[in-house]
């Protein structure tokens, strides 16, 4: 059986070797991202975590007053303002904003994708609120208001959503290496600074964060192979004619 799928698993890496580069690396990320994510829930599960989430929680707090976060006032109102960028309002109104632009210039496939991936990433990221049900942290005072369970962090979980894929989209409005890689890093920074921010309010442990961030970057990634292989469907060349780079999102009719 293992070899069968350790077969099954060249033939498919060797395929997609074939077809496309970046499809292949959003798959292997997608793929590890996942395992990386059912690795944190099963020490969470398990409660191997607690003790130094609860430590890192606490850290974060003045020693005399568990209920005033660590730094001057301004810093924690930032924090705040940081926090929003993963917020369901903030992520709402850019999506909306991309959506329509998308839209006026004839990107439907584009505006699906970006819309797919949004909302069933909400779907899930709740799913699994449910599903795990792990009470907010109780140790600190928190510095934000929560209504949800506290695994996954959902706004770690979907800015990593909504902005890796709009900075994949971004990547293939342009062609310079050094523009893709700045677009990325820019998604990278803003769904990071956006679940620190969440452990610092003491809203959610660290381990909720880090399965945030690996939720999202596997259902983006998951999404940039599906738009990508959609692509490579619906552009299959003759065998008589060269292959054309496939985009999921701008080369449209």
């Given amino acids: 059986m293992l070899n069968l799928w350790l077969n099954f698993v060249r033939r498919l890496l060797s395929w997609l070797r074939e077809r496309d580069t970046r499809l292949l690396l959003a798959a292997l990320l997608s793929a590890a991202s996942f395992f990386a994510f059912m690795e944190i829930a099963d020490d969470v599960t398990e409660g191997d975590t607690q003790t130094l989430d609860e430590r890192i929680v606490i850290s974060l707090r003045e020693p005399h007053d568990l209920s005033d976060p660590i730094g001057p006032l301004w810093i924690e109102s930032a924090v705040r303002d940081v926090s929003a960028l993963g917020s369901y309002v903030v992520l709402t109104f850019y999506v909306s904003f991309v959506l329509i632009f998308l839209i006026l210039i004839r ?7 970006v819309l797919g991936a949004t909302l069933s990433g909400v779907i899930v990221s709740h799913s699994l609120k449910i599903f795990f049900s792990r009470p907010r942290p109780d140790i600190v005072t928190h510095g934000a208001h929560v ?18 894929t709009l900075g994949a989209l971004l990547t293939e409005l342009v062609t ?9 890093l820019v998604a990278m920074f803003l769904s990071g600074v956006v679940g620190l921010s969440r452990i610092y309010l003491g809203v959610h442990y660290p381990s909720d964060v880090l399965a945030g961030w690996c939720a999202g970057l596997c259902w983006a990634a998951l999404f940039t192979v599906i738009a990508r292989l959609n692509a490579l469907r619906m552009r299959e060349p003759a065998a008589d004619q060269p292959a054309r780079a496939a985009s999921p999102y701008v080369n449209e009719s």
């Fill in 176 to 184: 310079r290496k050094r523009l893709k890689s700045y677009f990325l």
């Fill in 147 to 164: 209504m949800t369970y506290s695994f996954p962090s959902g706004h770690s979980m979907l800015s990593a959503v909504v902005y890796l």
């Fill in 107 to 113: 990107r439907y496939k584009a505006s699906l994708f």
